[in-house]
Structures are given as C-alpha cells and as structure tokens.
T-cell receptor, first 114, second 113 residues
Framework: GAVVSQHPSWVICKSGTSVKIECRSLDFQATTMFWYRQFPKQSLMLMATSNEGSKATYEQGVEKDKFLINHASLTLSTLTVTSAHPEDSSFYIC??????????FGPGTRLTVL | DQQVKQNSPSLSVQEGRISILNCDYTNSMFDYFLWYKKYPAEGPTFLISISSIKDKNEDGRFTVFLNKSAKHLSLHIVPSQPGDSAVYFCAAILEGGYNKLIFGAGTRLAVHP
C-alpha cells in the first residue's frame, strides 16, 4: 500500500513552454501533498505544501506564479512549470501523506529544458 | 543556513559489517527525525523514524540513535548488505511545522562484498 505515482517520469521541453507534472496517490487519500526539487548531488528542497481544495503554501524563494500547484482531489496534485527555462531543469518529486509524519514519495520527474 | 547536516558525502563498508550514518541538526525545536533511502532517479523510501522524546528506535537491521544534548543522530545498519547501497537522507520535522520535512544533503553508502 501507500503508492504514489508521478507522470511523466521524464520530460524534455523547449525554453518558454509550460510543463505539467502529475502526482497521484494510488491506494490512499492524501490530505496533504508536498512538492520538492532536487539538483544533482544535492538535497531535496521543499517547494510547496498542497492541501486538497485550498491554495498551496510556497516556501520562501519559490515563485508561485512560475510553479503553479493545483490539488483538485484527495488523490491528485499537479505542478505546472510555466515558461520553463534551462535553470528550471531539475528532478521534481512529490510526496503524499494521510496526516501522519510519514510521507510517501513518488518516483520523481526529470525535467530538462533546452 | 542548513538546519540538518550530513557531513559525510560518502561511506564505504564491507558486506556483513556495520554501517553508521551520521546526522547533525541545529534547531532544538525539531520533534521528529526520519531516515530515507534513495536510489538514483527514484523517490526516497522511508526507513525509520524517531521521536525527540526517545533516544533509540530499532526496526530489524536498522537502529536510529538520538543524542539531543549533542543534537546528533545516527543510523546503524547491521549487518550491511549490497542491496543497502544507496543515498541515505536524514530529515527532521519542526514542532508545529505541519509535517514539513527538512532534509540533509545525504550520504552515499556503498556496501561491497
């Protein structure tokens, strides 16, 4: 149990385009979903916290207009990277929780912006 | 300012021996600590956690020790197996922090035969 999926697993896009990443909890309802990004050989940095039906809470330094988060249901959250640029290339990972301290992580999405 | 620090970027251990992964923190308001294991191009998987009111938690081959006075915790894996080779992240949750995880930089463990 407690499986989280992400789609796509990797994406390559041109600079200036937008990319949507989906995060789904497959066998449980997630009260909260988190979005992280990881640069090579670095730690996971929390970008935002998303609760179903409400606006996401962004961490300091994360542009909410660039990284749009929609948490439409208890099993789906989406992250849209708008007007992507090469510096947005990274590994994006979501996690989901049912309210406990334990977060279940998705497999991640590798974004490459040309 | 890094609140959770893993100062050893890598560790190499022989199969069957003990692996000890260390983590230091600066914020005394952390009330939970967790260890995650991560393979390349995959999301982290939860290993073990410990509450700040405890000093030890054990689960099979994995034991986490917490020294609050030193603001230090460690993950012991014994016996180490080749399948344990991965990056291990220490993470902490602030009291009243809505379960947001603050991660260390990770330690790459290599278990060789």
């Amino acid at each position: 149990g407690a499986v989280v999926s992400q789609h796509p697993s990797w994406v390559i896009c041109k600079s200036g385009t937008s990319v949507k990443i989906e995060c789904r909890s497959l066998d449980f309802q997630a009260t909260t979903m988190f979005w992280y990004r990881q640069f090579p050989k670095q730690s996971l940095m929390l970008m935002a916290t998303s609760n179903e039906g409400s606006k996401a809470t962004y961490e300091q330094g994360v542009e909410k207009d660039k990284f749009l988060i929609n948490h439409a249901s208890l099993t789906l959250s989406t992250l849209t990277v708008t007007s992507a640029h090469p510096e947005d290339s990274s590994f994006y990972i979501c996690s989901a929780t049912q309210g406990s301290i334990q977060q279940f992580f998705g497999p991640g999405t590798r974004l490459t912006v040309l | 300012d890094q609140q959770v620090k893993q100062n050893s970027p890598s560790l190499s251990v022989q199969e069957g021996r003990i692996s000890i992964l260390n983590c230091d923190y600066t914020n005394s308001m952390f009330d939970y600590f967790l260890w995650y294991k991560k393979y390349p191009a995959e999301g982290p998987t939860f290993l073990i956690s410990i509450s700040s009111i405890k000093d030890k938690n054990e689960d099979g081959r994995f034991t986490v020790f917490l020294n609050k006075s030193a603001k230090h915790l460690s993950l012991h894996i014994v016996p180490s197996q080749p399948g344990d080779s991965a990056v291990y992240f220490c993470a902490a949750i602030l009291e009243g922090g809505y379960n947001k995880l603050i991660f260390g930089a990770g330690t790459r463990l290599a278990v060789h035969p």
